[in-house]
């Protein structure tokens, strides 16, 4: 099968002609559209010796389901599927996704949704759904969303919007899309300190925080804004969890391998979501397999607003 790949250590990403994934236990996708992550390009970059070679990139994926392992009664062969699949990687012909593995859900794609649309949902739409489930999302509440004009970002307005919260982004550029998206309040950051902007405007405090941006450097100044007793997720991992408790807000960092929502159901209720038009799929450009390298580059240099999908 053809698969944009790195063959051996060292090596830059390219096409290449290595076999079908043959793993017991496993679905057999045939990938129709892989979706494209930032992390795909930061995996690439961080391959050592000793990572699996050919290491095959891409996360999320849509096709059809080509063999099901047995006693999975949900999906049946022919049937189109979305989900994820870090052990075999998505930007190929085909793809293997293991049940048993750590975040590697897959599910029916519903029928109102298309191949493109669905390669859209799995990595971002888990973390934002999963990371508004820890922050305890609901009506009425003010949530700061850093980075709400990214993939999981304008998401997770979407879904916290929907959910009737006070929805403040916090963007680099153009305010215009994260406001379209549903955010109640843009600050541009590379023109305005994002912390003394919310302090100013809300001096008592908001009830959350979803950092998707900020390093272990400038993340304490979350403290600065949130309510006693108020939440934080970082996806960047970067929460310190006890000096978070120490001065009364609950902290956590959110992960693929640490989500609850990176699960079939959870890819069950995305699709629910996206029927009913709580959330849209942002595609920027659906372009071949034999682009990715190109797409690879626009994501390390900031060039893709929305998101990128590879059609195989």
């Not at 998401?155 to 379209?180: F, K, L, S, W, Y």
């Not at 950092?211 to 997720?233: F, H, N, Q, S, Y």
């Amino acid at each position: 099968m053809r698969a944009f790949a790195v063959q051996r250590f060292g090596d830059v990403p390219a096409l290449h002609d290595i076999p079908v994934p043959a793993v017991d236990g496993a679905f057999l996708v045939r990938v129709h559209c892989a979706g494209v992550n930032p992390v795909d390009a930061m995996l690439a970059d961080q391959l050592t010796a000793g990572s699996p070679y050919p290491f095959v990139l891409g996360v999320d994926f849509a096709g059809v389901a080509e063999r099901v392992p047995a006693g999975q009664d949900a999906i049946r062969g022919g049937d189109r599927v979305f989900g994820m699949a870090w052990t075999h990687g998505a930007y190929a012909e085909y793809t293997a996704s293991v049940p048993t593995a750590i975040a590697e859900p897959i599910a029916r794609i519903p029928d109102a949704v298309t191949d493109e649309q669905a390669a859209t949902l799995p990595l971002a739409g888990l973390t934002a759904l999963g990371s508004l489930d820890a922050l305890g999302v609901g009506a009425g509440q003010r949530v700061v969303i850093m980075g709400a004009a990214g993939g999981v970002g304008g998401i997770a307005v979407q879904i916290a919007h929907a959910r009737g919260a006070h929805v403040i982004g916090t963007v680099r550029g153009d305010p215009g899309e994260a406001r379209r998206l549903g955010a109640d309040e843009v600050i541009d950051s590379t023109v305005t300190d994002v912390f003394e902007a919310v302090h100013a405007a809300h001096p008592d405090g908001v009830d959350a925080v979803f950092d998707l941006v900020d390093r272990a450097g400038t993340i304490a100044r979350v403290a600065e804004i949130l309510k006693p007793g108020g939440r934080l997720v970082s996806t960047q991992f970067v929460a310190d969890i006890p000096w978070f408790a120490d001065r009364h807000v609950v902290a956590s960092n959110i992960s693929s391998g640490k989500n609850p929502q990176a699960t079939a159901e959870g890819l069950a209720e995305l699709g629910r979501m996206f029927v009913d038009g709580t959330i849209t799929a942002r595609i920027s450009e659906i372009v071949a397999l034999d682009a990715a390298s190109s797409v690879l580059d626009q994501l390390r240099h900031g060039g893709i607003r929305g998101k990128a999908v590879i059609c195989i």
